[in-house]
């Protein structure tokens, strides 16, 4: 995919080129569908007029036309052309999708909905865990936590072993509906996950809480681990409201 899009960029030098810095020509037009320059029910321009937009070659502009419809952004029909879906359409738990919608993911309040999925989850999948888990995933969930522990004023690294931990937590589990649906939203925590990472500046409260729950885990004890997980999920409340403050500052003038 990257090598067509090198190739096809600057065959056109009249063409009125987007932005440089994205040389990604699909990211390129989802992120646009996405600030709805081109909004949803509506035609996209014309394979030709993208081509002059974006400076590549049809090639390039059909490959990545693929690739948005696998993502449900877009929708083609013959003699009719390519429409931008709605945005229930998209799948938004596609790790591309997320970072296309970038600073436009407030508009649909998705970290939100990632919340309440969470909240649905996560202590079940604590309770079972604090009866189920072997001494290899205590002993992984440990390792993940302390990485959190030691890594707490990084927000990239500590994001990274915060994400290990509850998907170790989620396996340990040892229900196979929740393995699965861990694989289904993994790109969607991770994107919660690294937004309230970064907003928050004091990450000690949420270090405790992992370490508790990882205690209450090697203890056996179901009640206190599915308190655990609702105190996390607590603190994932306060961290989301950071998150949109950092937001709404972003947006004023």
Same mark, same amino acid.
């Given at each position: ?8 960029? %600057? ?29 949803? %029910? ?16 049809? &090639? ?11 993502? %449900? ?12 879906? !709605? ?6 738990? !596609? ?11 407030? !508009?649909?309040? *998705?970290? %939100? ?12 999948? /604590? ?19 302390? #990485? ?10 500590? &994001? !990274? ?9 989620? &396996?340990?589990?040892?229900? #196979?509906?929740?393995?699965? *649906? ?58 989301? /409201? ?7 500052? &972003?947006?004023?003038?």
């Amino acid at each position: 995919m990257g090598s067509i899009e090198q190739q096809g960029e %600057g065959e056109n030098p009249r063409a009125e080129r987007r932005p440089r810095v994205r040389r990604n020509v699909t990211a390129s037009i989802a992120q646009d569908i996405c600030s709805d320059r081109y909004p949803a %029910g509506l035609p996209l321009p014309r394979e030709n007029d993208l081509c002059e937009i974006y400076g590549v070659s049809r &090639t390039v502009v059909r490959e990545s036309l693929k690739i948005l419809e696998s993502k %449900g952004l877009v929708r083609g029909k013959p003699r009719i052309g390519t429409t931008v879906c !709605d945005k229930d359409d998209w799948n938004i738990l !596609d790790a591309d999708v997320l970072e296309w919608m970038g600073p436009h993911i407030e !508009d649909s309040d *998705l970290l %939100g909905c990632i919340l309440e999925a969470r909240r649905t989850i996560e202590p079940a999948a /604590a309770e079972y865990a604090a009866a189920r888990a072997t001494a290899q995933e205590i002993a992984d969930l440990d390792s993940a936590w302390r #990485q959190m522990r030691d890594c707490a004023n990084d927000p990239e690294s500590f &994001t !990274d072993a915060d994400i290990m931990f509850h998907s170790v937590l989620l &396996t340990a589990s040892h229900n #196979q509906v929740f393995r699965r *649906l861990s694989s289904a939203i993994h790109a969607a925590v991770k994107y919660a996950l690294h937004a309230s990472n970064v907003a928050v500046k004091n990450r000690e409260d949420a270090v405790a809480v992992h370490g508790e729950l990882v205690e209450a885990l090697r203890m056996r004890d179901r009640k206190r681990a599915r308190e655990c997980a609702n105190r996390m999920l607590d603190l994932a409340v306060r961290d989301l /409201a950071a998150v949109k403050k950092a937001a709404s500052r &972003t947006k004023s003038p």
